[in-house]
């Protein structure tokens, strides 16, 4: 899935702020950042709208398109 994920962030540079949070790394603030949004699985993508408000919350591996397809929906 990360190269998956390394490939939007390059895509979508300047279009979206894409934060990539990698639990693996044991950094407090990704931690933080992972809980305050109740996640429990990984992957999790959390998309939110440019007031701040949870667009979508995806569970698990998805194809690009559907990731592609939930960024559109964005406001």
Do not use: H, Q
Request: charged letters at 30%; aromatic letters at 10%; proline letters at 5%.
């Amino acid at each position: 899935m990360r190269p998956v994920v390394d490939g939007l962030v390059k895509k979508y540079a300047g279009t979206y702020d894409i934060k990539v949070v990698d639990l693996s790394k044991g950094d407090p603030a990704d931690e933080r950042l992972y809980r305050s949004f109740g996640l429990e699985y990984v992957p999790t993508f959390v998309l939110l709208n440019s007031d701040g408000s949870v667009s979508d919350k995806i569970v698990g591996a998805r194809p690009v398109a559907e990731l592609e397809a939930a960024f559109a929906r964005l406001r």
